[in-house]
């Protein structure tokens, strides 16, 4: 019995070792303290930096997986997190665009203006 509940116990390790591993590679993570992002925020901003193009699937999968959340929201909930990061980022003239029917991108000059926030 106790070898049993033993070996249940290394399996349940290994796997909670691989989801963690699964969880960073979804986001990139990155600085940008002066953003004062709140974590779903920060989560889509990771998310649209780590892809090519971010779809509203890709961004609930992000934040929704990783987190402790419950039942994922509406989809037009993506579309507010996109507007409050649009603000927060165009002081530091960073702009998210849209590509109809795909979703959101930057461009790589955006990108490596937001890893070099401080």
Excluded: C
């Amino acid at each position: 019995m106790s070898t049993e509940v033993e070996r249940l116990r290394a399996a349940n390790e290994l796997l909670r070792a691989r989801v963690k591993e699964l969880e960073s590679a979804l986001v990139e993570d990155f600085p940008a303290f002066s953003l004062s992002l709140t974590p779903l925020e920060r989560t889509a901003l990771s998310a649209i930096l780590s892809r090519k193009i971010m779809s509203r699937h890709s961004f609930m999968v992000a934040a929704y997986a990783i987190s402790k959340w419950g039942d994922p929201p509406h989809d037009a909930v993506v579309d507010q997190f996109i507007l409050r990061l649009r603000k927060k980022l165009r002081p530091f003239g960073v702009e998210i665009k849209n590509r109809h029917g795909e979703g959101w991108f930057m461009t790589p000059e955006d990108k490596e203006k937001v890893r070099r926030l401080p």
